[in-house]
């Protein structure tokens, strides 16, 4: 049973063309299911989970990455055992907002759909940062960043940095090693350091996890042992 | 020479570095690592690490530094305690003690320090132009 879930930004008019045509193609594909739009009346967690309360073992994610980023989370966070027979599917809407989607080798709305019918399922081993999950990114563009890592040292940028964190996410074997990356870009080069556990501080601007949701300094960003089931594309690119 | 050997032992040895520290980076604190660490920045406190240690001519170390290698190019303030080839560049300057198997020194480099060669090395490990200092 496939439950989709359409984000709010595309209940308007402008992609009523676009929907047809992917429930046309899903009907074809024999990928129909459920259909639950977001609004005012129906929002993201409560849509969640009540369909993991309902048994439901595919939910498609319908937006942006924005919409998949919230839909692991709230999965990830859901407190029943049934979460974790859950398969996360992406149909992307714009492709410039669809990164995510793209790293899985999710291109476009019709290899979107044939993916599903595809079902190419890859576990993925997610980061957390504070009580929220990332897929592959979490970066923060600004200047005066204080990062501790591991409790040992403490690094400062002494110029304006892109500070990004890395997360290898896809699950070969259950290796309790699982490290991060820190990479620091300034104009004069590039630092990296592997790390467990980090600690981001900065009072003026906010982390952004897999290009969608933001999160305020302090940051704790440690490896996870949550997981998640997703269906990718052969030409995905991690 | 010794510069083109010393670019060539950082393209080989470094190419697959596990932590590099940038230009205008400072870090703080006990590093410990197993794998090459490149330096470019600023470093306070101590290192430790299984691999080797690769210092650029702009880089300020104030920290001991343990490796099973190093290259020096920038200015160290601390100990060092090399297993194997100390290789130290015409602009480096290292103000402590060092200790290693096999040294290498450019002409114009500064050791304010004692130097103390350790014998442990296996015979295949030496290279041509390196020096062996008698204890």
């Given at each position: 049973m496939y439950t989709y879930i359409y984000d709010?930004?595309?209940?308007?008019?402008?992609f009523s063309k676009l929907l047809y045509q992917i429930e046309k193609r899903l009907t074809d594909l024999n990928l129909n299911g459920k259909i639950i739009r977001l609004g005012v009346s129906k929002n993201i967690k409560a849509a969640v989970d009540d369909e993991i309360r309902q048994g439901t073992r595919t939910i498609v994610a319908v937006g942006s990455d924005k919409t998949v980023s919230q839909i692991i989370n709230y999965i990830v966070s859901n407190?029943?055992?049934?979460?974790?027979?859950v398969t996360l599917g992406i149909i992307p809407i714009n492709p410039k907002e669809n990164k995510i989607a793209e790293k899985l080798g999710i291109k476009s709305i019709s290899d979107a759909c044939e993916i599903l019918l595809a079902r190419r399922l890859e576990i993925f081993q997610l980061a957390q940062i504070n009580q929220s999950f990332f897929l592959f990114k979490a970066e923060l563009n600004a200047s005066d960043t204080i990062l501790e890592i591991d409790r040992n040292y403490i690094i400062q940028n002494l110029k304006p940095a892109l500070v990004e964190i890395s997360n290898k996410p896809a699950v070969i074997d259950e290796r309790p090693g699982q490290k991060l990356e820190l990479r620091v870009y300034n104009k004069e080069g590039e630092s990296m350091f592997s790390f467990k556990n980090l600690l981001v501080v900065n009072k003026n601007a906010a982390i952004i996890t897999d290009g969608s949701l933001a999160i305020q300094p302090p940051a704790k960003i440690t490896t996870s042992r949550e997981k998640i089931r997703i269906i990718v594309g052969k030409e995905r690119n991690f | 020479m010794f510069k083109q050997d010393a670019k060539e032992n950082y393209k080989e040895e470094?190419?697959?570095?596990?932590?590099i520290i940038g230009p205008s980076v400072m870090v703080k604190g006990n590093f410990n690592s197993t794998g090459n660490i490149v330096i470019n920045g600023i470093l306070k406190g101590g290192v430790k690490t299984a691999g080797n240690i690769f210092i650029g001519d702009h880089a300020n170390i104030t920290a001991d530094l343990e490796a099973k290698a190093a290259t020096i190019g920038g200015e160290v303030r601390g100990n060092l305690k090399i297993k194997e080839l100390l290789q130290v560049a015409a602009g480096a300057k290292i103000i402590g003690d060092v200790e290693c198997a096999l040294l290498s020194v450019e002409s114009g480099a500064v050791i304010n320090g004692k130097v103390m060669m350790t014998?442990?090395?296996?015979?295949?490990?030496k290279e041509e132009g390196a020096v062996e200092i008698e204890k």
């Open positions: 709010d930004f595309i209940s308007g008019g402008k407190k029943s055992d049934e979460r974790h027979q | 470094f190419g697959n570095a596990e932590t014998k442990d090395l296996p015979a295949e490990k």
